[in-house]
């Protein structure tokens, strides 16, 4: 039976590793300067696409912010889930596969993913974003993309759609 436990945790995070980026928590400081670099506000949205344990999602909240979280390893699905209960009102969190689904409308969206997946992303968000938006990546940068501002750690892009009338 430990056995089994043991092989279902190496499963969930081996997925996350190979579909996006290994588990690596971010720290307290590094997540505020993301959100600041954001300029993340009371009433707006951001999404944290691999959410990992929440801790961003709990510091968005905390900002007053709603935050949305798409997590695909199920174990940090429900540490994520024990650790936001405090802040359920503002915080949902998706057990799901963030390159499969449509993403909401957000102010912000942050992204601690790596290289090879950030013109990937680029695609999605070129694709699926109706309306002016913010990426912040913790890390890595977007291949073809000049950012708009940038961190010791990380990288703002400001995605602008226009529109045809």
């Not at 992204?111 to 990937?120: A, E, S, T």
């Not at 309306?131 to 990546?137: A, D, E, G, N, Y």
Request: aromatic share 10%; net charge positive.
């Amino acid at each position: 039976m430990t056995l089994i436990i043991v092989l279902l945790v190496v499963l969930a995070f081996g997925l996350g590793a190979w579909l996006g980026a290994p588990y690596l928590p971010i720290m307290r400081r590094p997540a505020v300067d993301l959100l600041d670099l954001a300029e993340l506000q009371r009433g707006d949205t951001l999404i944290d696409l691999g959410s990992g344990d929440g801790r961003l999602l709990k510091l968005a909240a905390q900002r007053g912010a709603r935050a949305i979280g798409y997590e695909i390893n199920p174990w940090l699905y429900l540490i994520s889930l024990i650790n936001c209960y405090s802040h359920r009102d503002l915080i949902e969190i998706h057990l799901a596969d963030y390159w499969r689904v449509k993403l909401p409308v957000a102010d912000v969206i942050c992204v601690f993913l790596i290289q090879r997946y950030m013109g990937r992303l680029d695609a999605k968000l070129s694709k699926e974003l109706t309306r002016p938006t913010i990426l912040v990546s913790y890390v890595f940068s977007l291949p073809d993309r000049k950012p708009s501002k940038t961190t010791k750690d990380a990288f703002r892009y400001d995605y602008q759609i226009e529109r045809n009338n």
